[in-house]
């Protein structure tokens, strides 16, 4: 049964975000791709519902969040959209469609919008994509930015350690997130960084924080869905917290359908007209 009767339902907004960092409350936010698991998570009671480009590599089996397109995001956060009630959606805009011209990045964010029902966008980068964000945001599309490991710069950074350890990039983040806040985000994400670093930040801008693998200094939390939930395995960071192990039941499952199957067990008597 849903946490939120119909009748009570209240949409999450970047208002309401913004009244849970000021009162202490923390944000939980979970990735969803397709309608099914999206009505799930939104029924239990998530803030914010990520369609992350991580289904790059949770949906299509790809070693980076690269090759997903900017149509692929819109089909993806459009059966997100049809299955959410109380959550706000945000969605990645895909590598490519956003950095170095604000002119395709708002074509993008628009695209997002008109096309998927969704509520907001995401972004990769700080001060190198402020006029994309400052272009994006002129047209009342909120923004959220990700700063520390960005996915879409793995190629940049060569691999998926944990980012600003060292004084300069640290310095850099923190002034990356202040320009993200005076640009006009709502919100910003930050991944993979040291914990003091990050609750520096959340205490530094008047935005919410959410973190991965940051920490818990911050103003919310956000996971993998597939992940937090055990349907992937090879996964398994230090931040991740592991909530149930979907794929030794999903896998159980078939196989008892497997062997019904064979020993002419399924379907019997009742299940048949």
Known sequence: MS???SANIKRVTTHTLQEMKHRGEKISMLTSYDYSMAKIVDEAG?????????ASNVMAGHET???ITLDQMIYHASSVVRAVKRAFVVVDIPFGNYQGNSSEALRSA?????ESGAHSVKVEGGSEIKESVTRILSAGVPVMGHLGLTPQSIYKFGTYTVRAKEEAEAQKLLEDAKVLEECGCYAIVLEKIPA???????ESVSIPIIGIGAGGGVDGQVLVVHDMLGITQEFKPRFLRQYADLQSVMKDAVKNYVADVKAKDFPNESESY
């Open 110 to 114: 628009i695209r997002i919008m008109k």
């Open 65 to 67: 969040t690269l090759p």
């Open 3 to 5: 946490v939120h009767s």
């Open 46 to 54: 998530i803030d914010i519902i990520l369609v992350g480009d991580s």
């Open 196 to 202: 003091a670093l990050a609750k520096k930040v959340a």
